[in-house]
C-alpha cells in the first residue's frame, strides 16, 4: 500500500446526481492532486493544492469542483456530469508540492457516468 | 501538449528475456520519472534520473537519459510475470512546476 486511500473504488452515477470523491493520505505530505485517466490518453492533472491552497487547475470544467479541508484530505465533488467523464480518477501525494517530488498515487475511483 | 510519448504503446516478452521502453519529450527537463501501474491501479514510483545524469540503476531497473536526443529508456532485466504492468515516464519540464505524463506502455510478461 502507498499510504494513499480512495472511496469508492468504484462508481456509478447519472449525469443528474451529486456524488463526492474522497481522498486520505497518511504520510504527513503538503502537497495533494487529482488526476483524471482516460483510455488511450496521457494522465491529466486536474487540481493541486499546497498546504490546503489550490495551486493548479487545469482548466477544469465546473461539474468537477475540489475541496481541501487539511493536508490529509482531499475530495472531488461531481455533479452533472457528462459521460465523456468517466474515467480512473486518481489521488496523488507528494512531501512539498516541487515537481522533483515522488508522488504516492491512491488505488483510484472507477467513475462511469451513465 | 503531451510532453512525453512511451514507445512502444505495447510489448509482449517471454519471462527471463529483457524489456526496453523508450520515452521522448519535446522540452528541456529538470528531471524525469518512471512509474509503473497495474491495471485498474494507481501509479508506483520507480525510479528518478536528474538532467545531469545519464544512468541510473535501481535492482533490476535501469535507466538512461539523452538530453542532447530529448529521450529516455527504462530497461527491465530478467522480466518475470509479476513485471506485467504499464510503464509512464513524466517529466518535469524545465520552467515549469508540475509532471506531465505519457500514455505509457503496456508490458506483458508471458510464463
Known amino acids: 500500500e502507498t499510504g494513499v486511500t480512495q472511496t469508492p473504488r468504484h462508481l456509478v452515477m447519472g449525469m443528474t446526481n451529486k456524488k463526492s470523491l474522497k481522498c486520505e493520505q497518511h504520510l504527513g505530505h503538503n502537497a495533494m492532486y487529482w488526476y483524471k485517466q482516460s483510455a488511450k490518453k496521457p494522465l491529466e492533472l486536474m487540481f493541486v493544492y499546497n498546504f490546503k491552497e489550490q495551486t493548479e487547475n487545469n482548466s477544469v470544467p465546473s461539474r468537477f469542483s475540489p475541496e481541501c479541508p487539511n493536508s490529509s484530505h482531499l475530495f472531488l465533488h461531481l455533479h452533472t456530469l457528462q459521460p465523456e467523464d468517466s474515467a480512473l480518477y486518481l489521488c496523488?501525494?507528494?512531501?512539498?508540492?516541487?515537481?522533483?517530488?515522488?508522488?504516492?498515487f491512491g488505488p483510484g475511483t472507477r467513475l462511469t457516468v451513465l | 501538449s503531451q510532453q512525453g510519448e512511451e514507445d512502444p504503446q505495447a510489448l509482449s516478452i517471454q519471462e527471463g528475456e529483457n524489456a526496453t521502453m523508450n520515452c521522448s519529450y519535446k522540452?528541456?527537463?529538470?528531471?524525469l520519472q518512471w512509474y509503473r501501474q497495474n491495471s485498474g491501479r494507481g501509479l508506483v514510483h520507480l525510479i528518478l534520473i536528474r538532467s545531469n545524469e545519464r544512468e541510473k540503476h535501481s535492482g533490476r531497473l535501469r535507466v538512461t537519459l539523452d538530453t542532447s536526443k530529448k529521450s529516455s529508456s527504462l530497461l527491465i532485466t530478467a522480466s518475470r510475470a509479476a513485471d506485467t504492468a504499464s510503464y509512464f515516464c513524466a517529466t518535469d519540464p524545465r520552467g515549469g512546476n508540475k509532471l506531465t505524463f505519457g500514455t505509457g506502455t503496456q508490458l506483458k510478461v508471458e510464463l
Open positions: 522540452t528541456s527537463i529538470n528531471n
Open positions: 496523488a501525494s507528494s512531501q512539498e508540492g516541487a515537481s522533483t517530488d515522488t508522488q504516492y
